[in-house]
């Protein structure tokens, strides 16, 4: 297949199935007009995203990496109405477009977006007590990653629900070669998770309008 085949099926899955809103339409035009860059989730995953949240009652989630806060919004609207999500971002210029796209969407009573570095922010969201989180979805610096799983879990409970993004680096992450730290992060990621006794898991590869991608899913355990 090519790339245009799967983008058209992507298309045709979104409009049926995950069409964007006005809200999730403006995030989108707000996060171009900023100069974001145009990596968030696809409506499909966006949607996705929602379905599992939802699914899985989650009361607290914690996101790691808002970006322009398109995949917030999607998750944010799978909680109730006394719910509670904290987004994390690095960049305080994003943060700033996320915030507006989350209040223009009606969500900011219940999402919160804090920025600074991320592995700063779980510390305190540790000393704060702030958790048990029920969903976490990982979407930031590659590198960390399998410092933000170890966080996950200890920030969780039994039940809970992780969903890393971009696992798949284009196919490299089969490749043990690899020079890339983001593809090493990623497979210590993997294998971190593989080995963990409190996590069971397994990962999906993807394709459509974020070309050849996947992400992991991950249960954490008694």
Same mark, same amino acid.
């Given at each position: 297949?090519?790339?245009?085949?799967?983008?058209?099926?992507?298309?045709? =899955?979104?409009?049926?199935?995950?069409?964007?809103?006005?809200?999730?339409?403006?995030?989108?035009?707000?996060?171009?007009?900023?100069?974001?860059?145009?990596? +968030?989730? !696809?409506?499909?995953?966006?949607?996705?995203?929602?379905?599992?949240?939802?699914?899985?009652?989650?009361?607290?989630?914690? &996101?790691?990496?808002?970006?322009?806060? *398109?995949?917030?919004?999607?998750?944010?609207?799978?909680?109730? !109405?006394?719910?509670?999500?904290?987004?994390? %971002?690095?960049?305080?210029?994003?943060?700033?477009?996320?915030?507006?796209?989350?209040? #223009?969407?009606?969500?900011?009573?219940?999402?919160?977006? #804090? /920025?600074?570095?991320?592995?700063?922010?779980?510390?305190?969201?540790?000393? &704060?007590? +702030?958790?048990?989180?029920?969903?976490?979805?990982?979407?930031?610096?590659?590198?960390?990653?399998?410092?933000?799983? %170890?966080?996950?879990?200890?920030?969780?409970?039994?039940?809970?629900?992780? @969903?890393?993004?971009? @696992? @798949?680096?284009?196919?490299?992450?089969?490749?043990? $070669? $690899?020079?890339?730290?983001?593809? #090493?992060? /990623?497979?210590?990621?993997?294998?971190?998770?593989?080995?963990?006794?409190?996590? $069971? !898991?397994? !990962?999906?590869?993807?394709?459509?309008?974020? $070309? *050849?991608?996947? =992400?992991?899913?991950?249960?954490?355990?008694?």
């Amino acid at each position: 297949m090519t790339d245009s085949q799967w983008n058209a099926v992507d298309a045709y =899955f979104t409009e049926h199935l995950s069409p964007n809103d006005e809200a999730l339409s403006a995030a989108v035009d707000a996060s171009r007009a900023a100069g974001l860059p145009d990596i +968030a989730v !696809a409506a499909n995953q966006g949607k996705l995203l929602h379905l599992l949240a939802a699914a899985q009652g989650a009361r607290k989630i914690l &996101e790691i990496g808002t970006l322009g806060g *398109y995949s917030t919004i999607w998750l944010g609207r799978a909680l109730p !109405a006394d719910g509670r999500l904290v987004s994390l %971002e690095y960049n305080p210029g994003n943060a700033d477009v996320a915030r507006a796209n989350i209040a #223009r969407a009606g969500l900011d009573k219940i999402v919160e977006v #804090r /920025t600074g570095a991320a592995l700063d922010s779980l510390a305190r969201l540790e000393s &704060e007590d +702030a958790g048990p989180f029920d969903f976490f979805f990982i979407d930031a610096d590659k590198v960390n990653n399998p410092n933000y799983v %170890e966080w996950a879990v200890k920030l969780g409970r039994p039940g809970s629900l992780i @969903v890393v993004d971009n @696992v @798949v680096r284009g196919g490299e992450v089969a490749d043990g $070669s $690899s020079e890339d730290e983001a593809v #090493r992060a /990623t497979r210590r990621m993997v294998e971190l998770v593989g080995e963990h006794p409190r996590l $069971s !898991a397994t !990962a999906v590869q993807t394709v459509g309008a974020r $070309s *050849y991608d996947g =992400f992991l899913l991950a249960r954490v355990l008694d």
